[in-house]
């Protein structure tokens, strides 16, 4: 039962000619696949309108061919042929009353258009601003091309009005895309009516809504998503001009949706953004209109969520990432099934999925974007095929994941742990700087494992081949983790780097186990992802000195994948952390390294005490490799399977751990596939043409 004190959360919602059922909005998010795997996006959606969202959004909908950011993939309406697609999600997410939101897009001067070979648009001649800093400008739009601006907006707004969409919403947050170009004085700099004061700035707004009013306002609400600060200080789009915007337009939309300045802030990382970050910038402003106001802040604390709507400071939760994580969020709190909640940790695998142009997976949920792929669902699974017993090995993510789903389904489960802890790599790289919410993933999974009879944990239970043959389970996963490598090699070196024995030579295991160098520590970073940065954290306050050095042309290179890779280059400066880029690591000696430009080769000697390899890792599949070959003896013992699962059989992030353990637990004793593709997958029809 629903605790009352949540009540207010489930109130509806009018929202211009629509009401939406509750406070719980689904903001605009991206996932990868858009144009290209359509029935896998809108199964996503219809699963969050089965998990209660009262307002379910589509990603940015790119609005016109002359407007596109390939190589993002995301949605198109740029003419009829895109309208299966869109009514098909609009369908999905009406499937359980939540209200149908596209967001549009016209990226202007951030879409390079690579793929239409169009010359972009933006207020003023201005270089493309991507992630790559493509060699591409904008021009700057003359009348008629805002004119013409103008009409492609409409055609766009009776397109989304025809695919079923009830909430129709203007992109102009987060730098991306023509609203915010014109608004912010950063990169409007015209001389005509549409630049300089902010009344003239807004223009090309209050004509885009007010055509989006005559065009559909009878029967779609219509919404802007605004930044609340471009963070440039008066230069930019100002947290005060918007309060000026709001105050000077508050009937302008039929809803405000808010969220912070750039995408890196406004999805930031729990190691860099608490919940609920954007309070400070977003207080207040409800107060200068009658309109519903839309906020996020990575939700997943129902409390937090009653305080900000009880004081005002918005009508809507709006949440992406704690929709992602958990679609049932909704539903857990009004069924009173908080503990339930699969909180979101803050990671952003999921971004990297849109920023990889690859379908975007979830740490905390590996159904997402397989929901129509694989039929993945977040909250059930299909029961039990058969009466076997299964034994897992290894506790952490892979291990839980697996024991989790597998209890869900039925089947008898032991889950062995060597040691006293249960979580495994998550548990000790929650405890580094930054990475708290990483526990998150444990917690949820054995909170849900201990309500199940089916499943038994036992720790400090470290199991030999001879102990497993002796058991008796039908199915075996290990799932035993991975170890740091010591000799350097990772992507750089692929053979062992030469070391000295009198130098000590740390592995993140080390740290995570409490042994910590001091003095001058280098940290040789050939990972590239998020651990050398944090062990160089942590190492800062027990070390006099630490340098920080990579092969790489940036610290933690694949983090720009995680919108962190700023936040973590400012934070080692800030730290005094001596960082040397584009620099191996040649030789290791006794009281100091040699390194090598990756460019030059020039060689740098630096003298000091310690040094953290943060490099590969290999698998701890001993065990495995143990049972893998006394199949005779399997047989006799009744083991019918084993399987090594997880950074057991090949390491990587977290997210790849937990989407292993599910796997293991959707497939066993599923018919063996052969050579079929183990997902559905949707290839681009042909069209009547030369080929035809
Ligand atoms: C994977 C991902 C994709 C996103 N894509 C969009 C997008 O297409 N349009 C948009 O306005 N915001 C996008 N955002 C930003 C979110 O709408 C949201 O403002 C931000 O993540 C903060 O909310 P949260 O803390 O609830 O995630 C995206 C966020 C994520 C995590
Ligand atoms: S991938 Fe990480 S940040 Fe994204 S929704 Fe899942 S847990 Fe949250």
Redesign the pocket.
């Known amino acids: 039962m629903r605790n009352p004190r949540f009540n207010v959360l489930f109130e509806p919602v009018k929202i211009g000619p629509v009401t939406a059922k509750n406070r719980f909005y689904q ?6 696949g858009g144009y290209r795997d359509p029935s896998a996006a809108a199964e996503m959606r219809r699963v969050k309108s089965e998990g209660g969202w009262g307002v379910i ?4 909908v790119e609005i016109h061919h002359t407007s596109e950011i390939t190589p993002f993939i ?1 949605l198109r309406i740029w003419d009829d042929d895109d309208l299966p697609a869109l009514a098909a999600m609009a369908d999905a997410i009406h499937s359980n009353g939540a209200l149908a939101g596209i ?1 549009l ?1 016209y990226s202007g001067a951030n879409g390079p258009n690579l793929y239409t070979r169009e010359v972009p648009l933006g207020p003023v001649h201005m270089p493309i601003a991507t992630f790559t800093s493509d060699p591409v400008q904008a021009r700057a739009m003359d009348l008629q091309d805002l004119r013409n601006l103008r009409h492609w907006h409409r055609l766009a707004y009776q397109r989304a009005k025809r695919a079923g969409f009830d909430i129709l ?1 203007l ?1 102009g ?2 730098g ?1 895309g023509v609203i915010q170009h014109f608004l912010s004085p950063n990169t409007n700099q015209r001389t005509d009516e549409y630049g300089g004061s902010l009344v003239n700035r807004a223009r090309l707004l209050r004509e885009l809504i007010s055509d989006a009013h005559d065009e559909v306002g009878d029967t779609c609400a219509i919404a802007v ?1 605004l930044s609340l600060d471009e963070m440039l200080g008066e230069q930019g789009f100002s947290n005060a001009q918007l309060r000026e915007l709001v105050a000077t337009h508050p009937d302008l939309p039929d809803l405000w ?1 808010f ?2 300045g750039t ?1 890196e802030a ?3 990382t729990s190691r860099f ?1 608490p ?1 609920g970050a954007q309070e400070a910038l977003i207080h207040g402003i409800k107060q200068l209109t009658p309109k519903p106001v839309v906020g ?4 997943t604390s129902p409390d937090l969520m009653v305080r900000q709507i009880k004081q005002r400071l918005m009508d809507f939760v ?7 994580a958990d679609p049932f969020l909704p539903n857990k709190i009004g069924d009173g099934r908080v503990e339930d909640i699969r909180e ?1 940790i ?1 990671c ?1 695998i ?2 990297s ?2 920023m990889t142009s690859s379908l ?1 997976r979830c740490t905390q949920n590996s159904s997402f974007m397989e929901e129509w792929r694989k039929g993945w669902h977040p909250e059930q699974i299909k029961a039990k095929a058969s009466d076997s017993k299964v034994l897992i090995v290894g506790a952490g993510p892979t291990g839980l994941s697996a024991a989790h789903k597998l209890g869900l389904r039925g089947y008898e489960v032991a889950l062995a742990e060597a040691g006293t802890d249960l979580g495994g790599r998550v548990t000790k790289e929650s405890r580094l700087p930054g990475l708290a919410a990483w526990a998150r993933v444990r917690d949820y999974r054995v909170g849900q494992i201990q309500k199940m009879p089916n499943v038994s944990i036992y720790r400090s239970s470290e199991l030999s081949a001879e102990d497993i043959l002796g058991f008796g389970f039908e199915h075996v996963a290990i799932a035993t983790g991975a170890k740091w490598r010591r000799d350097g090699v990772a992507r750089f070196h692929l053979r062992p780097i030469a070391v000295d024995p009198t130098m000590p030579v740390f592995t993140p295991d080390d740290l995570m186990a409490g042994r910590v160098p001091s003095g001058h520590v280098v940290i040789y970073d050939d990972d590239h992802y998020y651990m050398g940065s944090v062990l160089a954290e942590l190492l800062i306050s027990n070390c006099n000195r630490v340098s920080y050095l990579t092969p790489s042309t940036k610290v933690a290179e694949w983090t720009v994948n995680t919108l962190e890779q700023r936040f973590i280059q400012t934070r080692l400066l800030d730290l005094e952390v001596k960082v040397s880029l584009s620099s191996a690591l040649k030789q290791v000696g006794s009281t100091y390294v040699t390194l090598a430009s990756t460019y030059t080769g020039k060689e740098t000697t630096i003298a000091c005490d310690a040094v953290l390899m943060v490099t590969a890792r290999l698998p701890d599949d001993l065990l495995y490799l143990q049972l893998k070959d006394r199949s005779a003896e399997r047989s006799a013992s009744g083991i019918k399977s084993v399987n090594v699962i997880g950074d057991a059989n090949a390491p990587a992030a977290i997210a790849w751990a937990t989407y292993a353990g599910q796997r293991y637990a959707e497939e066993l004793d599923e018919p063996d596939r052969g050579d079929a593709l183990p997902f559905r997958r949707e290839v681009a029809a042909l069209k009547p043409g030369r080929l035809a």
Request: net charge negative.
């Open positions: 903001v605009p998010h991206c996932n990868g959004f589509t990603e940015q995301e967001e897009a919403c992109y947050a987060h991306f998503r949706d969220a912070h995408w406004c999805s930031g953004k919940e996020v802040g990575r939700f709006g949440a992406a990432r704690p929709s992602i979101c803050g952003n999921c971004v999925g849109d975007s």
